[in-house]
């Protein structure tokens, strides 16, 4: 992975720059010791490490402010971190970068059930959002895997989706408005808690834009009521085909289930050596998921079934109660750690439009035999979001390059089919060479166009999301 | 100009010496812009239509009709319910699909299935200098690259004229139910919508105008009923029920406005807190439609009202004149934020030619 040199002359400024950082915020709130450090070197893209020149931990807007326009003054890069939970390496450091993280800044600022939005500081975990309106019978619809740990700042910049997107939306599709800060400090507001924006909708651009054009220190987010109930089946098949066509004929019946996850042979094959959920041995499962009362869940799940009955398949496995239920998404939570006891791995999550299902499952089982590495396929099934979990041995020279190369494959045959390369991950560092792939020159200029009117030194989070080439006259500046 | 072509609209784009009017139909442009009219309607037709990806590729010139059309024929829909605001604007013409974008025009499902902003998938666009670019696909799921997506829904051609758009699709429901609660005044009937709507009952309409309030379920026949009553035990009144056709029938008057067509005065489309939605309308006293649970309100008054609007709002929302007599259209914005508008708009289109003076 090539990242720019970093700038001596930030470099060799280190003192000066810390003791401006130490001016503007408590003396807990920069670290600067090497040894202390290194825990700001990767996020979850661990195969790529690098010591930033400091990290801040700032408590407020102002103090993001404050922090900010000292890099401004400075020409610091600023690399913005949530929880660095990032699989894209989206909070990647460079030696010459001031890691900017927002862990502190976690609290509640506003609840509001009859206006159905709550206020709170970035830093906060997607799951304790979640825990901060349960009781009032309200939940923060987009579920992230990792939402224990990662923090909204992080879903805000990467657009997180989650497994009940197919009905919530993503990121983008739950949040009212922002307090944003520019590199220069400028503290601005994008949107409010009445959702409909007023003007251009800069806040749709901001979602998604990997932390390059502000750092966002509190958010407005759409809270809803919590359904009654929720309850899964498991169908089995013995062709991806089939499992495709029964996915494809669920959506057009106008079932809106909240997921439909999808696991092929060897994914479901190493999750049952790993969690024994008891699933059938199959070439293809789908684990669908409804809710409502208890009678809206049983007549949508009568449509479910004579649906897939029609497919022929060799499971149809309802959960009578709660522990069946957790028994059949028992494999599915379990099926990343389930590939990490077999080997190391890597996760993609290109899209694709779910007709192309059958045959992009197919040119990655012949590719799968060209580059000598087993895959295993776990997939959201309903909006075409694949996460294909490439198997290497990180110990043996040669394999991570091997397996970086058949995932591009992977991802190029993504966007050969009308598809993209990354659906939830974001783009970061890990596929930011591939977006000449999916886009023009002309289409990546006017992505950079918003850049340059948000952060015109290209001073956030540097080296992401657009090739190295592209971006290089304005990374000079 | 009205080219047919993408190549011809980026043709058209590139030579233009001048200002232009950027217009789908025209059927619900607003502000002051002037300019030579760059129509899109010649850009017609469905490019792709897969239903069982609910998705839908078209050009940005389709009429609206077209795609209803289209989609109706596999039994599904665009989930955000475009308005046909025709009558509330005294227009004529042919609304397309592009222009329905450009607007973000949502209708009353917005409360549950998002804005047209959250159906749209992917664009294509002439920028200022008669560039095309792409962006976003016709996938669910797609965070590569920066969403200008979003950024091009709602942006009323100011940044670029949009070539196509793609959509995620929505099944149409098998029933459909609409609580009808009179007897109620303005603020115990707008805090009737917001009950239904903090409740678990996937209310997917929720408005009021003359004296009564409106809630819509949507679904499976069986759901449709357990919902219906669940809510008439919650939002008090006196509640009757309108089924299908009939309650179509009640939500096309709310996503259209139709109660305040061919009255005389300014109309003023209002965003706020639902909360705040009663005391606005107490304080301006006007006709109020009232839709989105109270998020949105479509209020008509008396001419040359404005900076009563403005102050009404401040702080709880913004307020937009859609029909009226001259004065600024649109709700003004904090310098942070037009110092963005315009630097993104000096980006996209350098020379100023799209819809100058229309916005920001």
Known sequence: ?477 | MRPVSETELAEAVARASGPLLVRGGGTRTLGHAVGEVLETGGLSGVKLYEPGALTLVVRAGTPVAEVDRVLEGERQRLAFEVPDLRGLLGRDGVSTIGGVVAANASGPRRVQAGACRDACLGVRFVDGSGTVVKNGGRVMKNVTGYDLVKLLAGSRGVLGVLSEVSFKVQALPEAEATLVVEGLGDEAGLSALRVALGSPFDVSGAARHSGRSLIRVEGMAGSVAYRVAQLRDRVGGDVTLAEGEASARLWREVRDVIPLHGKPGEVWRIATLPTAAAGIVAQLEGEALWDWGGGLIWLLLDHGRGAEVAAAVAGRGHATLVRGQGGPVFPPEAPEVAALVAGLKAKFDPRGIFNPGMMG
Not at chain 1, 44 to 51: F, S
Not at chain 1, 152 to 179: D, F, Q, R, W
Not at chain 1, 368 to 390: C, K, Q, T, W, Y
Not at chain 1, 450 to 474: C, I, Y
Request: glycine content about 10%; charged content about 20%.
């Open chain 1, 1 to 477: 992975m090539d990242m720019p040199a970093p700038d001596q002359g930030v470099i060799v400024r280190k003192a000066r720059i810390v003791e401006r950082l130490r001016a503007v915020l408590s003396a807990d709130g920069v670290i600067d010791a090497p040894e202390e450090l290194r825990a700001y070197e990767c996020d979850a893209l661990t195969a790529y490490r690098c010591p930033p020149l400091a990290a801040v931990l700032p408590r407020s807007t102002g103090e993001v402010s404050a922090v900010l326009r000292v890099c401004w003054e400075e020409g610091v890069p600023v690399v913005p971190r949530g929880s660095g939970t990032s699989l894209a390496g989206g909070a990647m450091p460079t030696a010459d970068s001031v890691i900017l993280g927002v862990a502190r800044m976690n609290a509640v600022l506003e609840t509001d059930y009859e206006n159905r939005f709550i206020r709170v500081q970035s830093g906060r975990t997607n799951l304790s959002v979640s825990g901060a309106v349960e009781a009032e019978g309200f939940f923060y619809a987009p579920d992230p895997s990792s939402q224990l740990a990662c923090a909204i700042a992080g879903n805000i910049a990467m657009n997180s989706g989650g497994a009940h997107c197919l009905k919530y939306g993503v990121t983008t599709n739950n949040l009212l408005g922002v307090t944003l800060v520019r590199m220069d400090g400028t503290v601005v507001t994008l949107g409010g808690p009445w959702g409909e924006p007023a003007g251009l909708d800069l806040l749709g651009v901001v979602c998604g834009s990997e932390g390059q054009l502000g750092v966002v220190t509190e958010a407005w987010l759409r809270i809803l009521p919590k359904p009654e109930g929720a309850r899964p089946v498991l169908v089995g098949f013995d062709s991806n085909e089939v499992a495709g066509a029964c996915v494809s004929d669920i959506i057009k019946a106008g079932i809106l289930p909240v997921a439909i996850e999808f696991m092929d042979r060897p994914c479901i094959r190493a999750t049952e050596a790993f969690a024994k959920a008891g699933y059938p041995d199959c070439e293809a499962l789908l684990i669908i998921e409804v809710e409502g009362s208890a009678a809206e869940i049983a007549e949508q799940l009568a449509r479910i079934k004579q649906i897939a009955l029609a497919h022929d398949p060799v499971e149809f496995r309802e959960a009578a109660d709660e522990d069946q239920a957790r028994r059949i998404w028992l494999g599915r939570k379990s099926a990343f750690g389930a590939m990490g006891q077999i080997n190391d791995y890597m996760c993609l999550d290109g899209t694709i439009p779910v007709s192309s299902l059958p045959h992009v499952l197919k040119r990655i089982g012949e590719m799968s035999r060209e580059f000598g590495l087993d895959v295993g396929n776990v997939f959201h099934a309903g909006d075409g979001n694949m996460h294909p979990l490439i198997l290497f041995n990180a110990n043996k020279p040669g394999d991570l390059e091997r397996c970086e190369a058949f995932g591009a494959e992977i991802l190029k045959l993504c966007v050969e089919v009308g598809g993209c390369l990354t659906g939830e991950h974001g783009v970061g560092i890990e596929k930011r060479d591939l977006m000449s792939v999916q886009f023009a020159p002309e289409d990546m200029e006017a992505q950079m166009r918003v850049k340059d009117v948000f952060d015109p030194k290209w001073l956030l989070n540097p080296a992401k999301v657009f090739p190295l080439g592209v971006s290089a006259e304005r990374r000079a500046g």
